[in-house]
């Protein structure tokens, strides 16, 4: 049972650097979600996809964009990396309007 | 409770004692709640969840209890032990999740 599966486990950018998390769930879930995770902050959404085709900004967007490849797949993408992205990213998938199931995250260094 | 800043709220218990972790929501109109643990290096993991329309659940060593005239959440935990040990967050919904902050529970042996 894989559940949310994300990659990479970890990465190191430099600054203006680019890259995309991938992300994919196999429950079958319509909704799919990107968060950050920071030191005292609690967990912070970036983007979400209610359904495959849509896809609508959270809490904190800028810097980021996403992508609902299908069902089952949901990136989340850095165009030019900056030092305050540095964070731990979770990926998650639920049903409507029910828990949120987490994948192991990816935690991202900027320098 | 939580709290803001950049330090965790930590909440110690004795192995064997219940816990209580306090939460307090701000969005009246939300009708889903949750409480997830997040061990080190994981991913936050679901512990129990209840709806509006109830102010009590029990699952297996946890209860929730909901308040909604002081919009307060918690999270009771019995015969505390060392596995219990992470960060406790508490949620609101539905669908787009808002997260508290945490708080940490250290169980001491």
């Known amino acids: 049972n894989a559940g949310v599966t994300q990659t990479p486990k970890f990465q190191v950018l430099k600054t203006g650097q680019s890259m995309t998390l991938q992300c994919a769930q196999d429950?079958?879930?319509?909704?799919m979600y990107w968060y950050r995770q920071d030191p005292g902050m609690g967990l912070r959404l970036i983007y979400y996809s209610a359904s495959e085709g849509t896809t609508d900004k959270g809490e904190v967007p800028n810097g980021y964009n996403v992508s609902r490849l299908n069902k089952r797949e949901f990136s989340l993408r850095l165009e030019s990396a900056a030092p305050s992205q540095t964070s731990v990213y979770f990926c998650a998938s639920s049903p409507p309007n029910e828990k949120l199931f987490f994948g192991s995250g990816t935690q991202l260094s900027v320098l | 409770g939580e709290s803001v800043g950049l330090h965790l709220p930590t909440l110690s218990v004795q192995e064997g004692d219940n816990s209580i972790i306090n939460c307090a929501y701000s969005?009246?109109?939300?009708?889903?709640f949750i409480w997830y643990k997040q061990e080190s290096g994981k991913g936050p993991q679901f512990i129990i969840d209840?709806?509006?329309?109830?102010d009590k659940r029990q699952g297996q060593r946890v209860t929730v209890l909901l308040n909604k005239t002081v919009k307060h959440l918690s999270l009771q935990i019995a015969a505390t032990q060392p596995g219990d040990s992470a960060v406790y967050f508490c949620?609101?919904?539905?669908?787009?999740?808002?997260f508290g902050k945490g708080i940490q529970v250290v169980v001491i042996p």
């Open positions: 949620a609101q919904g539905p669908n787009r999740l808002a």
């Open positions: 969005n009246s109109a939300s009708d889903y």
């Open positions: 209840i709806r509006s329309n109830m």
């Open positions: 429950m079958n879930h319509n909704s």
